[in-house]
C-alpha cells in the first residue's frame, strides 16, 4: 500500500450545459437560469467527494441537512490513456478519499457562454490523499492492456472532474420528492422555479465537467475547445510511488 497525493492550486474552467433533452423525444429545451445562478452564489457550499459524504448515501437513518451539508460535491478521477493521440482507448479510474480530505473553493465566476454551454472557473486549492494499493495499480495495468495497444510506457494520464449537486437520495426532501414521484411528468410551476427553493435547484441542476490533459489538443473536436487545459499549464502535483512519474 503507498500513499497518492494530488496538489491542487490553481483555476479550472468547468462546462455547464444550457440545454436538457427530454427522453421521451428529442425535443430540448433550456435549464431554467436559476440553476447556474444558484451554483455561482455557493462556492462555501463546495466540498471533495470523500467518505464522510458518500457514506451517508447508505445510511437510511440520515437526514439531508441544508445548513450544514454542502449543495455540491465535487468528484475526480483518473484517466489512463496512450501519450499518442491516435491511439485510441483507455480506462478511467474513481478513487475516494478520507473525511479529513479538504479542499477550498473560491472565486467562482463566469467567463462566457455560446450556444450550448456556460464556461466558467473555480479556483481550488488544497491536496486529497489516499491509500493506492498495489492490486489497484495492477487492476489499472490489466485494464490498459485490455482497453489500449499502448505498452505501459507509453501511458498518460488525465484529470477529470465532475461538480454535481448533494441530491441524490428522495429521503433528503421527503415533500419534494414525493409529489415527482407521483407525478414525474409534472412541470415546477414557474414561480417556483428559484434559486431560493433548493430541493428543485438540487433535483435539477446538470453536473458540470472539467478536463486537465496531458497534452496540447490535436483532433479536429479538440481543436475546437474553448478552454482546453494542460496538466503542465497548471499548479498541480502528484506525489507518491504510482502517480509521482505523471508529474509534467
Not at 20 to 33: A, F, L, M, V
Not at 100 to 114: A, G, Q, R, T, W
Not at 210 to 228: D, G
Request: proline share 6%; aromatic share 14%; net charge negative.
Amino acid at each position: 500500500m503507498a500513499k497518492s497525493t494530488i496538489k491542487l492550486d490553481d483555476n479550472f474552467v468547468f462546462e455547464f450545459p444550457k440545454k436538457k433533452q427530454d427522453p421521451t423525444t428529442t425535443e430540448e429545451s433550456y435549464y431554467p437560469k436559476c440553476l447556474f445562478e444558484h451554483l455561482l452564489s455557493n462556492e462555501d457550499r463546495i466540498e471533495i467527494a470523500h467518505k464522510g459524504i458518500t457514506s451517508k448515501f447508505i445510511d437510511w437513518k440520515y437526514k439531508f441537512n441544508p445548513i450544514t451539508d454542502p449543495f455540491y460535491i465535487l468528484e475526480i478521477s483518473l484517466s489512463f490513456c496512450s501519450k499518442d493521440e491516435n491511439e485510441l482507448g483507455g480506462y478511467r479510474w474513481e478513487f475516494s478519499v478520507s473525511e479529513e480530505n479538504k479542499l477550498v473553493f473560491s472565486d467562482i465566476k463566469k467567463l462566457e457562454e455560446d450556444d450550448n454551454l456556460i464556461y466558467f472557473s473555480v479556483k481550488i486549492q488544497g491536496e486529497i490523499t489516499w491509500d493506492f494499493t498495489p492490486n489497484q495499480w495492477d487492476k489499472i495495468k490489466q485494464n490498459m492492456k485490455r482497453f489500449s495497444k499502448c505498452t505501459w510506457d507509453e501511458v498518460a494520464l488525465d484529470i477529470n472532474m465532475q461538480l454535481r449537486s448533494n441530491f441524490l437520495h428522495p429521503r433528503y426532501f421527503p415533500e419534494y420528492t414525493q409529489s415527482t414521484i407521483k407525478s414525474p411528468n409534472r412541470e415546477i410551476p414557474e414561480s417556483e422555479q428559484t434559486s431560493d427553493n433548493l430541493p428543485f435547484v438540487l433535483d435539477k441542476i446538470p453536473n458540470s465537467l472539467a478536463t486537465i490533459y496531458h497534452r496540447e489538443p490535436k483532433r479536429n473536436w479538440e481543436l475546437s475547445e474553448k478552454h482546453w487545459m494542460k496538466l503542465s499549464d497548471k499548479n498541480i502535483t502528484f506525489e507518491g510511488k504510482y502517480l509521482s512519474p505523471y508529474n509534467i
